[in-house]
């Protein structure tokens, strides 16, 4: 998706944070799948499963989801329910991706706000197969968060400062389909 009419330094910036935390999302998929293959086989051809496997797949599972679901928002991946706007003017569907990209931006925060809140009460906590303190598990939470609502802003910036971000990729690809008529 290009970004042309951005202020190019803050896009530029985004972007190489959007990049590093793809890479870093695909780097964590690999190490848990190699770690959950590790606990496998010390698990069923030694008998003996390291205890710190699991948790740590589970952590690196949280930092890939998050990770993947704000660089999803910058790069307009994520779900959505697009049906109504195919129907209506095109004028109206900025206001309606807007409105998408402000509910997202809240949930960010949200993300954001309560992330802390847990990462604060539980940092005192010690996670037992790690050694680590529990705020850990909860810190994916908040820097997804973090990247969620700059990634959002910045939609919301883009598009107010007549950047088209909301070309409809769905249907571009889409060759013209003879109509059929019935006999």
Known sequence: MTRSGAPPRISAVLSRICDGALYLAGFGLVTMTVLVAYQVFFRFVLNSSPSWTETSAIMLMNWFIFLGAAVGVRENYHMGFDVLLYVLPKGSKGVLRTLSDLIVLGFGFGMVWYGCKLVGLTWHTIIPALELPGGFDYLPLVCGGVLICLFSAERIAL??????????INLEDVPEMPVVQEA
């Open 159 to 168: 598009r107010w400062s007549g950047v088209d971000i909301d070309k409809d």
